[in-house]
């Protein structure tokens, strides 16, 4: 009897994550980049099973301490990706509204495609040196289309 159910809410996760990332509009690298970001960034008090999860990787709470959580959720951003060399690997960059930093910061990431599932695999570093643009503009910027993104879908982020 437990394992019916068990297996029951099982599936029923799996296609509520798959009705999800089908009506959001992101790919699941952005998904898991986009995961990243805001657990390690958003909340105080870390999900560290999660965020093993998401890196593939050991993390332990004293490796984290000195990292500040600076999102404020709920808010708006802008996220996009592109290919690099290695078909595995993607660039995400996440554009945070202002209500959500108080400041338009970008965050990029590195996903990387380790048998079935995407994983963080690093930062992106020199995104500090970008101007700062509205966030209303931002899609449409040169700076937006110098990170090589096609398509930057906007997205409500949400605790």
Do not use: C
């Not at 999900?47 to 000195?66: N, V």
């Not at 660039?91 to 048998?115: C, D, L, M, Q």
């Not at 500090?128 to 209303?136: A, E, G, V």
């Amino acid at each position: 009897m437990y394992k019916k159910i068990i297996v029951l809410f099982g599936i029923v996760s799996v296609l509520s994550l798959m009705v999800y990332l089908l009506f959001s509009g992101i790919s699941k690298e952005e998904q898991v980049a986009l995961d990243y970001v805001t657990e390690m960034y958003a909340k105080k008090d870390r999900d560290l099973t999660k965020l093993m999860q998401l890196t593939g990787k050991k993390i332990t709470k004293e490796g984290l301490k000195d990292i500040e959580a600076y999102l404020t959720i709920p808010s708006a951003a802008w996220i996009g990706s592109t290919d690099t060399n290695d078909p595995n690997r993607k660039k995400v960059y996440v554009y945070f509204s202002p209500e959500a930093t108080k400041s338009g910061i970008i965050k990029g990431v590195y996903v990387e495609k380790k048998g079935e599932r995407w994983l963080y695999s690093g930062d992106i570093g020199g995104l500090d040196k970008l101007p700062k643009i509205p966030f209303s503009h931002f899609e449409k910027s040169k700076e937006a289309k110098s990170l090589g993104v096609k398509d930057w879908t906007k997205i409500e982020l949400k605790s």
